[in-house]
């Protein structure tokens, strides 16, 4: 600033009488640089403290731009000057030494984030359901005629396009056949081939509304075994789903060619748990003993027993068969599974299970719902939470 304030003056052509003085000792133009003692030297210049612009001579002398140091030492600019001493740029200056953003700084040190981080645990989390497939089997015995077959088809169809079963899979069959069929081969291809609901919906509905043979007595070795070989050659493919056999019926009369007591149709149904669980929906009229003997060996501990054969009855029984009742089962092993409200379910060691309780299936992945268990998730509303354990 000085600097060029000096070389402003030294522009102008005219300049007043006596100017010589103020601009320079008894040297027109010379002295030591462009001044002799008025902007330089000892005579303490109008611009400066002991010197203007410079040390011994305005421009001149030890610094062309004074002092010690044009920027450095104990000025800004030069000697002690107007703005020199310790100056805001030198010495310890309010950028330098231990400054505002230096030193131990706002985000050094130990951060708000660091330390030991990481996830807690144990944690407790709703278990994650395994996908739900049903063979559906509709008993057309005579004894099924009028009212029972019209509520059956109004509950399938609501069933079928509502809000419980959508995402589950349904395919359709249809007992008994005329002759005896007890190896099953009647029913290994479902009439209505296995889909997602609703879209499945149209099908079945339309297969139930055509299929109006009624025939005298009923058949369940051969509907269950037909139906257990459709899913487990699904099973084969996907192992990891909830396969299921829901027969709506109203057993009374069996077919004597076929197995027929209690117990027989129970181990039968008990070959194909846990691959495939077995529910008898009861209607009015059915054998109870006979009903609750197939669902025991089937893993549904006994017969949904509908009550009334209305719609709304029946819909319900089913919507509440496709409850997931499997679950996936995560790695490590500290796991452990618990009702709703914290009842913990003891892990035991297979299907045999009495009482409450999970076991793993086969394929290690996924968590099978003891039968007893099952029955409160499906029909008391339970819900089920898996915990994971610290390591």
């Known amino acids: 600033m000085f600097a060029a304030f000096g070389a402003l003056l030294a522009s102008c052509s005219v300049l007043a009488p006596g100017d010589d003085e103020f601009l320079g000792g008894s040297a027109d133009d010379g002295g030591a640089g462009t001044g002799g003692k008025t902007s330089g030297g000892g ?13 011994t001579t305005g421009q001149g002398g030890t610094s062309a731009s004074g002092g010690t140091s044009a920027s450095g030492g104990t000025s800004a600019s030069g000697g002690t000057s ?27 040190g130990t951060t708000a984030t660091g330390g030991t981080g990481g996830a807690t645990c144990p944690t407790t989390t709703a278990a994650a359901p395994r996908p739900v497939t049903t063979y559906l089997m509709l008993d057309r015995s005579t004894s099924m005629q009028g009212s029972k077959w019209s509520a059956v088809r109004s509950a399938v169809q609501g069933f079928a396009t509502g809000s419980v079963a959508a995402g589950t899979k349904l395919g359709l069959g249809f007992a008994p056949t005329n002759g005896a069929n007890c190896n099953g081969s009647a029913w290994d291809t479902p ?15 339309q297969a139930i509304t055509q299929n109006t043979q009624f025939i005298p007595a009923t058949n369940v070795e051969g509907p269950v075994r037909g139906a257990a070989k459709a899913l487990g050659d699904l099973a084969i493919v996907n192992p990891n789903v909830q396969y299921q056999i829901v027969y709506v019926n109203d057993v009374a009369t069996i077919l004597n060619q076929c197995a027929s007591s209690p117990s027989q149709l129970s181990s039968i149904a008990a070959s194909f748990w846990p691959g495939a669980s077995t529910y008898m929906v009861m209607l009015s009229g059915s054998d109870t003993a006979l009903e609750n003997a197939v669902a025991s060996g089937g893993g549904t501990q006994q017969a949904v027993n509908v009550g009334t054969d209305t719609v709304a009855a029946i819909k319900s029984a089913l919507e509440n068969t496709v409850r997931p009742c499997r679950f996936v089962l995560p790695g490590g092993s500290n796991v452990s599974f618990s009702l709703s409200g914290g009842t913990a379910l003891p892990q035991v060691t297979g299907p045999t299970c009495t009482g409450d309780g999970w076991f793993p299936q086969s394929t290690g992945v996924t968590a099978v719902l003891c039968p007893a268990t099952c029955q409160k998730v499906q029909f008391s509303s339970a819900t089920v939470d898996v915990t994971i354990g610290c390591p």
Not at 43 to 54: D, L
Not at 83 to 107: P, Y
């Open 43 to 55: 005579s303490g210049g109008a611009t400066g403290g002991a010197s203007g612009q410079g040390g």
């Open 191 to 205: 009439s209505v081939p296995i889909g997602t609901l609703p879209g499945n919906a149209g099908a079945v509905d």
């Open 82 to 108: 107007a703005s020199g001493g310790t100056s805001a740029s030198g010495g310890t200056s309010a950028s330098g030494g231990t400054t505002a953003t230096g030193g131990t700084t706002a985000t050094g």
